[in-house]
């Protein structure tokens, strides 16, 4: 009997906590598109703008507007819900573990690439395509202030809001099942199927690194990977040879896969003890998915990915 009201108070705590991240999450999705298609239309009907020339001068100053309107939903959940200090610093992360941790990153991207071929493939199958999806991602930015949004606030925004609040949050029912949801919520929250695999991926390794070091930390290795890894290299590859960009990516990337398989190796005791020694309810992951509006929340993500589903 007392196990059955412990359950049912579980499942209820569960649920309340999920259902609020999810939607403060949809909340904040919904200020940006307006906010963003606010300042869009205003500077379409007040300049007589064309929409390529907003796109191309100004999308990463109505990002930046955006973005930072749509977290104050956030600041908010954090100034009047319980939640964990963010800014606690578990261990020090040294220098050399930040290279492997970039390394891993890189080797994490080059899976989510495989995952990506294997989709747009069983796509291609029934005639149909998702590269437009990649495509506005794959593509360096074209102006300073979409640099500074893709490089350094873009990520100290959703290291905040992922691996700040949401993770701190629902670390209380288990690390691996925090590090998890929130990578799922990290993945979906980006509205693009493409990118979405990749940021999940990520989001698992940035969230560990938070949960045992510190956001700080995740905060660094965000900012590595889409300025250096994504940004500039995207820059560099667009503007060498085509047959020199190949190699290197090759060598990048075997290099990075070298390192995953060598830590995976090294560290595959501790990783099992974390695995295994994190306690987590019965059912818990079936408390979450079945929240509503964390379904809710994965349905408009999901429908908005597969908006940019076109045919052959």
Known sequence: MNELITETLEKKSVKKDVNKLSRTLIYCQIILILIYFFCTFFLYFKNNYSIDTITEKYEGIIYIVSVTAGCLCFLHYYKYNSTQDISTV?????????????????????????????????????????????EQVANPSGTISMFLYASFIGPLIEE?????????????????????????????????????????????????????????????????????LSELYSLIN????????????????????????????????????????????????????????????????????FISIEKI
């Open 160 to 228: 905040f809001i992922f691996r700040g609040i949401i993770i701190k949050k629902l670390e209380k029912y288990g690390k691996m099942f925090a590090i998890i949801i929130s990578s799922v919520m990290f993945g979906f929250y980006h509205s693009n199927a493409y990118q979405g695999i990749i940021a999940f991926s990520i989001g698992l390794l940035l969230g560990y690194i938070a949960l045992e070091y510190s956001i700080k930390y995740s905060i660094i290795l965000h900012i590595i990977n889409n300025m250096i």
């Open 238 to 305: 667009n503007n060498i040879n085509a047959a020199i960009a190949n190699v290197v990516s090759f060598l990048l990337f075997a290099g990075a896969v070298v390192v995953f398989i060598v830590a995976i190796n090294k560290y595959k005791r501790r990783l099992h003890e974390y695995v295994k020694d994190d306690h987590i309810f019965k059912n818990i992951y079936k408390y979450a998915f079945t929240s509503s509006f964390f379904i809710v929340f994965l349905a408009l993500n999901a429908i908005i990915s």
């Open 90 to 134: 578990t261990k020090k992360l040294s220098f050399r573990n930040i290279i492997i941790c970039t390394a891993i990153i890189l080797a994490l991207q080059f899976f989510s690439q495989i995952a990506i071929s294997l989709l747009e493939t069983s796509l291609n199958i029934f005639g149909y395509s998702l590269i437009n999806s990649l």
